[in-house]
């Protein structure tokens, strides 16, 4: 089945830094989605991409969806510690009966140090 | 963006008790929910996708006669956790399909078996 790499697996920052992280895959996706979970919380969609090469913006975060639709960035800007989470990037599966199921990439811990 | 509700939002229970989680997409109709487990630190693990009308399609590993589920209106799933043993403790999450890719959660439920 298809799989998503997500990296780095965690990061710790410092408040005020910027933040990076990305997810790839071997096979071509035709959404990708960012999701953020806070601790004993459902994650939260950040960001919906669907357009190869598309830039969007959300606040401080940016992601793009990468021109080979094998892969998509997510970009936060002068990080707060209310960032602390769980990043999740997903995509739909392939095929006609996969009814919307998504792929998850493994997840990035952000860390956040005031 | 589309809010999902789930309830309870944590339950304790007794093995070999059954416990019912509700999962309600309160401002869309959903033809499609997901069912999801997570382990501390972990990705989403898919159990099982609702869709309304019909039966759920499990994933591999999910026993259906253990998680029984029950999508009987475009706004509303549920997942049955049969006769609880202490494994079964997890945190379970529901989403609901919008559109063709994108799916919403709900904030999840904690269940522990006593």
């Known amino acids: 089945g298809q799989q998503l790499n997500q990296s780095p697996q965690s990061m710790f920052i410092q408040e005020g830094e910027d933040v990076s992280m990305n997810c790839t895959s071997s096979s071509i996706f035709n959404t990708w989605l960012w999701y953020k979970q806070d601790p004993g919380e459902g994650p939260v969609l950040l960001i919906a991409l669907y357009k190869a090469g598309e830039l969007t913006s959300n606040g401080r975060l940016t992601a793009q969806f990468g021109i080979t639709r094998k892969d998509s960035f997510l970009n936060i800007s002068a990080s707060i510690p209310s960032d602390v989470g769980i990043y999740f990037c997903?995509?739909?599966?392939?095929?006609?009966?996969?009814?919307?199921?998504?792929?998850f990439g493994q997840g990035t811990i952000l860390t956040v140090h005031p | 963006g589309a809010v999902v509700s789930q309830h309870p939002s944590r339950v304790i229970c007794k093995s070999g008790t059954s416990v019912k989680i509700e999962c309600r997409s309160l401002?869309?109709?959903?033809?499609?929910m997901f069912w999801y487990r997570q382990f501390p630190k972990q990705s989403l693990m898919l159990m099982a996708t609702s869709n309304e009308g019909s039966k759920a399609t499990y994933e591999q590993g999910v026993e259906k006669d253990k998680f029984l589920i029950n999508h009987a209106s475009l706004t509303l799933s549920t997942l049955t956790v049969t006769s609880a043993h202490p494994e079964d403790s997890s945190f379970y999450i529901c989403s609901a399909r919008y559109g063709l890719d994108t799916q919403y959660f709900g904030p999840g439920t904690r269940l522990t078996v006593l």
């Open positions: 401002d869309f109709q959903a033809t499609t």
């Open positions: 997903a995509g739909p599966d392939a095929g006609g009966t996969s009814y919307g199921k998504l792929t």
